[in-house]
Structures are given as C-alpha cells and as structure tokens.
C-alpha cells in the first residue's frame, strides 16, 4: 500500500525547464558555446555543476574549477531572477488538485528536488507550508540518479521505502527512485522516459486511484 508520495518538483510540479534554459543560454552565448533545447533536455533532473559539465561538452577550450564556479554562480543568479517573476498560476496542470486529493486521503506529501533553489520555487508558488516534508539540493551530498534524496524524503516521512511512491520528469530521478526501492510514476512521453510502463504527460491526465494503484 503506498502511504506516501514523493514529487519531483521541477517539471513534475511546475515547469521551471525554460528558465533554466534561458539562464543556461546567456552563459552559453557568452562563451561561444553551442546550446540548444535538446541539450538543455539533458539537463534535467541533474545537478548544477552536472549540467554545466554537460554544456561545457562543446566548448572549445577548458575552464579551471575556479571558472567553472564562477559560471556556475552567474547562471544561478541570472536564474534567480528568472524565478522572480514565477507565481501559483506557474504550477504544472494537474499539480494542485492532485496535491489535494492526496492530502485529503491521508497519504504523506514531499518534494525530492535535485534543486539548491526548491525552497523559492515553493515560496513562489505559495506552497512553502504544503507538503509533509522537503528534500532539496542543499540537503544531499549526491545527486539523482544516487537515491539518497528519495531515501532521505521517506525517512523525514516515516515511511518505509516499499509504501512510497516517487512521481519524476526525468531519466536520472527515475533511476533514483528504483535505487530507493521505491515504485515510480512518470510524467511525460514514453520517447522521454523509456521503460517506464506507468507514466501520463501530465499530472491533469492521471486519477489519484491510478496515481495510488500498485503495479
Ligand atoms: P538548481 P528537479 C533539477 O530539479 C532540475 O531538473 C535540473 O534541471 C537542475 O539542473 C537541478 O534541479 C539543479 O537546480 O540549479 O536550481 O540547484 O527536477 O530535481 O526538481
Ligand atoms: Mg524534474
């Protein structure tokens, strides 16, 4: 029986995606580096520094660690101020509801985020006070595809990982999941997440007894 639910937050909750791809492009266009929205794609679900290694595949030249944190940081404040113009009417469709069905049946609510920046994306969207707990970037030492985020989400929880449920956007927060021992719900297309058999595009497409049906 799946006691709790644990929600990925960015493309799961609320469509950050663009911001992040707009924040990456700036830094991307400065240096002379080719990026795009497939590439941005990959970005999902992995880590800042992750994704900048990512970008940083078609560069021209190499970057010291002391560069590399710098762009890491212009990225993240250019994102930032991206964010500030985020508001509840950005939550994905299907987020709010579903976060209330769940909640009206008693089942244990968190975020497991990869993000650093989870907490003002909840404050923006006006759910700070929402969910039963929040696991976030500043929380972990290993990102997704490592479960320690979803392990850590169940034990603030109290619940064991077998009765836990992790909805996920991406490829690395799937695997994640599995490594957890906990089942999995996707959100998207089967092109995007391959061999996940239970998946809708959107949280709006799928009933809470089907969010809740074990299989
Ligand atoms: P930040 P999630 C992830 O969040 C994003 O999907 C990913 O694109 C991003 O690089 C990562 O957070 C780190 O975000 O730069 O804000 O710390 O999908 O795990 O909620
Ligand atoms: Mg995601």
Known sequence: MIRAVIFDLDGVLVSTDDLHYRAWKQL???????FDRAINHRLRGVS?????????????????????AAMADAKNAAYRDLLSTLTPADALPGADAMLSALQARGVKTAVGSSSR????????LGWSDRFD???DGNDIQHSKPHPEV??????????PPAQCLVV?????GVDAARRAGMAVFGIGTPDR?????????SL???SVDDLLREG
Do not use: C, H, T, W
């Not at 900048?52 to 560069?67: C, D, H």
């Not at 996920?168 to 690395?172: C, L, S, T």
């Open 28 to 34: 991307a266009d400065a240096e002379g580096i080719q």
């Open 48 to 68: 800042r520094m992750q994704s900048l290694e990512i970008i940083l595949e078609r560069a021209a030249r190499s970057y010291s660690p002391e560069r590399k």
């Open 117 to 124: 920046n989870a907490s003002l994306i909840l404050e923006k």
């Open 133 to 135: 707990a929040v696991v």
């Open 150 to 159: 979803f392990v850590l989400a169940a034990k603030r929880l109290g619940v």
């Open 168 to 172: 996920e956007d991406a490829a690395a």
């Open 193 to 201: 997440l391959p061999g996940l058999i239970r998946l809708a595009p």
């Open 204 to 206: 709006a497409d799928v």
